[in-house]
């Protein structure tokens, strides 16, 4: 689709997301925080502010390597002063230490890592968001309740962990004051194992961070909440060399989510493919912003088309199927 007629279609997404998912006001101050790749995206969140009548700034900076890595500090102190921070970013922000001290000065944060012009006006983006917001709410609230976690998968999969007393979110593309944090493409409810719970086997076969769409599975395998050994073909490959060059932590199981929203589709972008009705992603390195305890320089997301994951004894998602009955009041 044209340049010029993409912005044109991104106005109503970024007015939406602007006015109704973050609720920006007049009298805020907004910062919209990019990169060069993805500044599109950023300028008609910039325009959707300022129409509002916000005092907006928009910050450029350099590309990071790698999900999960901190922003220039200049940026981090942007974060924490400004009212409203939006985060239209290639890598994401969310798993950072940055995000969590605006998010103690009480700025309301807007991620959109990793999405495109595209991605703005057609899939994940044109679901029905006050459903999207019941089912996600419902899903997160059994989630809260669990005990364990088991997720299997025609493909290898199975693995077991502990939830008990970790509360799951509910990420609907709204912000809620008790994250600090709204995400777009909106659909999932994440948590956290229990640091030293998880053992068995995960096999991703959608898409990973840092690399995208796979064309051979990754397997993982856990114990005692570490990934212990990474095997598959040449991106596996690259995933042991990203966990050789980053800090300790790096192979810490660090979230389990589900994902909602059934517009979503699986285009090899983590952003959009992990919020599919139905799969699940687990992610391996920092947990702090989901209310663990383990830091790390990483946050990679890898999604997993068509799991099963029970709840104790209550099967939620079967071959990759979200069981919607259970989230209806």
Excluded: W
């Excluded at 994440?190 to 064309?215: F, K, Q, R, W, Y």
């Excluded at 050789?244 to 909602?260: C, M, Q, R, V, Y």
């Amino acid at each position: 689709m044209p340049t010029d007629v993409l912005e044109l279609e991104m106005i109503d997404t970024s007015k939406a997301i602007v006015e109704e998912c973050l609720s920006v006001q007049p009298d805020d101050e907004v910062v919209v925080i990019t990169d060069p790749r993805k500044f599109g995206v950023a300028k008609s969140i910039a325009t959707a502010a300022n129409a509002v009548g916000a005092t907006t700034v928009t910050s450029i900076m350099p590309l990071l390597e790698s999900h999960g890595n901190e922003p220039p500090p200049t940026v981090a102190e942007a974060m924490k002063t400004a009212d409203v921070a939006f985060t239209c970013t290639t890598h994401a922000i969310t798993h950072t230490r940055a995000r969590l001290e605006a998010a103690d000065e009480g700025t309301r944060s807007g991620i959109l890592r990793g999405v495109t012009e595209d991605m703005m006006v057609e899939g994940a983006m044109t679901v029905d968001f006050k459903e999207l917001r019941r089912v996600t709410e419902a899903l997160a609230e059994l989630m809260t309740d669990a005990s364990r976690a088991h997720v299997t998968s025609e493909n290898g999969t199975d693995i077991e962990f502990s939830i008990e007393g970790t509360q799951a979110h509910s990420l609907d593309g709204y912000y809620h004051e008790e994250y600090g944090f709204a995400t777009l493409p909106p659909g999932e409810a994440p948590t956290h194992p229990v640091e030293g719970t998880a053992n068995g086997t995960i096999v991703i076969d959608v898409s990973m961070d840092n690399i995208g769409t796979l064309d051979e599975p990754i397997r993982l395998e856990v114990k005692e909440g570490f990934v212990t050994e990474v095997s598959g073909g040449d991106e596996a490959e690259t995933l042991r060399n990203i966990l050789a060059n980053s800090d300790s932590n790096a192979g810490n199981l660090a979230e389990f989510a589900i994902g909602t929203n059934p517009k979503a589709g699986l285009i090899g972008n983590t952003a959009e493919d992990k919020k599919r009705a139905g799969t699940m992603h687990f992610a391996i390195g920092d947990n702090e912003s989901l209310g663990g305890s383990t830091r790390s320089e990483i946050h990679l997301d890898g999604v997993l088309r068509k799991p099963t994951v029970k709840l104790d004894d209550m099967t939620v998602v079967k071959d990759g199927v979200l069981d919607t009955d259970l989230l209806t009041d």
